[in-house]
Nanobody
Framework: QVQLVESGGGSVQAGGSLRLSCVAFGYTDSIYCMGWFRQAPGKEREGVAVINSDGYTTYADSVKGRFTISQDNAKNTLYLQMNSLKPEDTAMYYC????????????????RGQGTQVTVSS
């Protein structure tokens, strides 16, 4: 089993930055891919960015050039650096992990955190 704990959410004005963190506990050797997902009220959950154990990354078009996903394997921690934030980035952000293939489909990720709220005001 793997447990994921997110932190770093908060409120920021448009154009600002935030960094989300996600610490993995438990059988972390089983993880091949980790990712960040978000869901805004009334909208479907979106795969923001994913990274596999080789460091290969994939981003949603809506965040390319603004967000950067990274990982520190020694600390079992996943990060999401979010720059140039926009009001439309407002959502609950979730960290997720899987021992399987790396996609931006939340249903493929069996390990999920509780989420951290990001609010961007105009």
């Amino acid at each position: 089993q793997v447990q994921l704990v997110e932190s770093g959410g908060g409120s920021v004005q448009a154009g600002g930055s935030l960094r989300l963190s996600c610490v993995a506990f438990g059988y972390t050797d089983s993880i091949y891919c980790m990712g960040w997902f978000r869901q805004a009220p009334g909208k479907e959950r979106e795969g923001v960015a994913v990274i596999n154990s080789d460091g290969y990354t994939t981003y949603a078009d809506s965040v390319k050039g603004r967000f950067t996903i990274s990982q520190d394997n020694a600390k079992n921690t996943l990060y999401l650096q979010m720059n140039s934030l926009k009001p439309e980035d407002t959502a609950m952000y979730y960290c997720a992990a899987t021992g399987g293939g790396c996609s931006r489909n939340y249903r493929d990720f069996g390990y999920r955190g509780q989420g951290t709220q990001v609010t961007v005001s105009s």
